[in-house]
């Protein structure tokens, strides 16, 4: 085998690797539809979290969200309470998985995201400056 071969088959290796821990699902996660992820959010004492950045909140947002950005969330850990589900969401679903990786790893076990983000969304949006989020 030729260098040439060895590398491509090493940088293969990290892109399956890429997109394996991209796509890949996450133990214990639910997995909710608009629907479901309204039905269940009206059902019990529960953390609203919108992992989006900033800028995009702006945009609007599921009321009594609370906006821990993906980027933040290993430094906010203390803020969200490890007693109650947490359902998170995000602009497609992707983020909220890997936030859900994130609180999964610190001992956080129920964990719901909204499938399809804030594309798949039915529900009502408050828009910035109202409160929450």
């Known amino acids: 085998?030729?260098?040439?071969?060895?590398?491509?088959i090493v940088a293969l290796g990290f892109i399956v690797f890429f997109f394996y821990s991209r796509f890949a699902g996450v133990k214990g996660?639910?997995?909710l539809s608009s629907d479901q992820f309204q039905e269940a959010m009206d059902?019990?004492?529960h953390v609203l979290i919108d992992v989006r950045e900033p800028g995009e909140v702006k945009q609007g947002y599921i009321p009594g969200a609370v906006n821990i950005p993906l980027s933040s969330m290993g430094r906010?850990?203390?803020?969200?309470?490890k007693d109650r589900p947490i359902y998170l969401y995000c602009r497609s679903g992707m983020r909220s998985k890997q936030a859900a990786r994130v609180l999964r790893k610190n001992g956080f076990s129920e964990l719901s995201h909204l499938?399809?983000?804030?594309?798949?969304?039915?529900?009502?949006?408050t828009q910035q400056g109202s409160g929450g989020a």
């Open 76 to 81: 906010r850990l203390s803020e969200i309470p």
């Open 1 to 8: 085998m030729d260098s040439n071969m060895i590398f491509n």
């Open 29 to 31: 996660l639910r997995n």
């Open 43 to 45: 059902k019990d004492k």
């Open 115 to 125: 499938k399809g983000g804030m594309m798949a969304w039915k529900g009502s949006l």
